[in-house]
Nanobody, 124 residues
Framework: HVQLVESGGGLVEAGGSLRLSCAAS????????MGWYRQAPGKERDLVTI???????NYTDSVKGRFTISRDSAKNTVYLQMNSLKPEDTAVYYC??????????????????WGKGTLVVVSA
């Protein structure tokens, strides 16, 4: 079993910064991708950014140049540095990981895991 624990959300004024962290723990063989999704009130959960095991990153257009994802593979931790925050960034941010685990048949299997979410509120 794998757990993702997020931290770092909160209330910030527009133009401010926040840093989110997400640590993965449990029966992890390796982690393929880690990333962040967000869900604003009344909207669907959307991808914000993702980082591969090799360090390749992808960002949704609305956060390019403002958000930076990074990863500490030794700690199975991903970070999201959010700068120049806007009220439209207000959402619950969910950590995501594509994890390779050893299943009950002793075979490698890739599985998706989610954190419980951390709330980010940006006031105007």
């Amino acid at each position: 079993h794998v757990q993702l624990v997020e931290s770092g959300g909160g209330l910030v004024e527009a133009g401010g910064s926040l840093r989110l962290s997400c640590a993965a723990s449990g029966s992890i063989f390796s982690i393929n991708y880690m990333g962040w999704y967000r869900q604003a009130p009344g909207k669907e959960r959307d991808l914000v950014t993702i980082i591969s095991s090799g360090g390749r990153t992808n960002y949704t257009d609305s956060v390019k140049g403002r958000f930076t994802i990074s990863r500490d593979s030794a700690k199975n931790t991903v970070y999201l540095q959010m700068n120049s925050l806007k009220p439209e960034d207000t959402a619950v941010y969910y950590c995501y990981a594509d994890v390779r685990v050893i299943d009950t048949s002793a075979r490698l299997d890739d599985m998706d895991y989610w954190g419980k979410g951390t709330l980010v509120v940006v006031s105007a």
